[in-house]
């Protein structure tokens, strides 16, 4: 059995058009090892995200995270949804993160905050499918018991939670988990841009 990351992606996947191959060949397994990461490879995930774009260069992202075997690791488990707890155990990390939703230099509403944290989730994500490494985000979690977790002031709101760790083969997963374990296709563009006005079937 391959590692998922080993998967051939283009099995799965056609890009309509001539795009960088990293975009497509990311993609958010479960399978994972158990196997810690490094210090210096969990920082480079977190320098990929640092250079992600922002509104006035605010940089709203904050990813608050724990390594398994430390006592951090139970707290943020708690914080998982039972299905998710069924894979996410064998998670090097589990992070949770944060947007920032006032601008840091004069403390007014930042409306792109969530974008521009997700910009950064991304960014990790690539570097993360560059290091054979699994990064999985997570909406399955208790968003309030996050926030009373890390004593967050309303300047702060919960994005969402991340699994990331070594790839494992497909097996470690339940058999229904297992079968679903490839990358999913996408919407075609027709579906997805329009020019002018939006349809109204879309509203």
């Given at each position: 059995?391959?590692?998922?990351?080993?998967?051939?992606?283009?099995?799965?996947?056609?890009?309509?058009?001539?795009?960088?191959?990293?975009?497509?060949?990311?993609?958010?397994?479960?399978?994972?090892?158990?196997?810690?990461?490094r210090?210096?490879?969990?920082?480079?995930?977190?320098?990929?995200?640092r250079?992600?774009?922002?509104?006035?260069?605010?940089?709203p992202?904050r990813?608050?995270?724990?390594?398994?075997?430390?006592?951090?690791?139970?707290?943020?488990?708690?914080?998982?949804?039972?299905?998710?707890?069924?894979?996410?155990?064998?998670?090097?990390?589990?992070?949770?993160?944060?947007?920032?939703?006032?601008?840091?230099?004069?403390d007014?509403?930042?409306?792109?905050?969530?974008?521009?944290t997700?910009?950064?989730?991304?960014?990790l994500?690539?570097?993360?499918?560059?290091?054979?490494?699994?990064v999985?985000?997570?909406?399955?979690?208790?968003?309030?018991?996050?926030?009373?977790?890390?004593?967050?002031?309303?300047?702060?709101?919960?994005?969402?939670?991340?699994?990331?760790?070594?790839?494992?083969?497909?097996?470690?997963?339940?058999?229904?988990?297992?079968?679903?374990?490839?990358?999913?296709?996408?919407?075609?563009?027709?579906?997805?841009?329009?020019?002018?006005?939006?349809?109204?079937?879309?509203?």
């Amino acid at each position: 059995m391959r590692h998922v990351l080993q998967k051939e992606v283009d099995d799965f996947r056609s890009p309509e058009h001539d795009i960088l191959s990293v975009l497509y060949e990311r993609w958010s397994p479960r399978a994972m090892s158990g196997e810690g990461l490094r210090d210096g490879e969990l920082k480079r995930l977190f320098e990929a995200a640092r250079w992600a774009p922002s509104s006035y260069n605010g940089q709203p992202w904050r990813f608050v995270h724990a390594r398994r075997d430390t006592p951090y690791w139970r707290e943020f488990f708690a914080l998982l949804g039972d299905f998710n707890r069924t894979w996410a155990e064998e998670a090097a990390v589990l992070v949770v993160l944060l947007s920032r939703k006032t601008f840091e230099h004069n403390d007014r509403p930042a409306r792109t905050h969530s974008l521009d944290t997700g910009a950064a989730l991304q960014n990790l994500a690539l570097q993360g499918r560059a290091m054979n490494v699994v990064v999985r985000a997570m909406g399955g979690c208790d968003y309030g018991a996050a926030a009373d977790l890390l004593d967050l002031s309303d300047d702060y709101s919960v994005e969402a939670m991340i699994a990331i760790g070594r790839p494992a083969e497909t097996s470690v997963l339940d058999d229904e988990l297992e079968e679903r374990e490839e990358p999913s296709g996408r919407k075609p563009i027709r579906e997805l841009a329009f020019e002018g006005r939006l349809p109204r079937s879309e509203h």
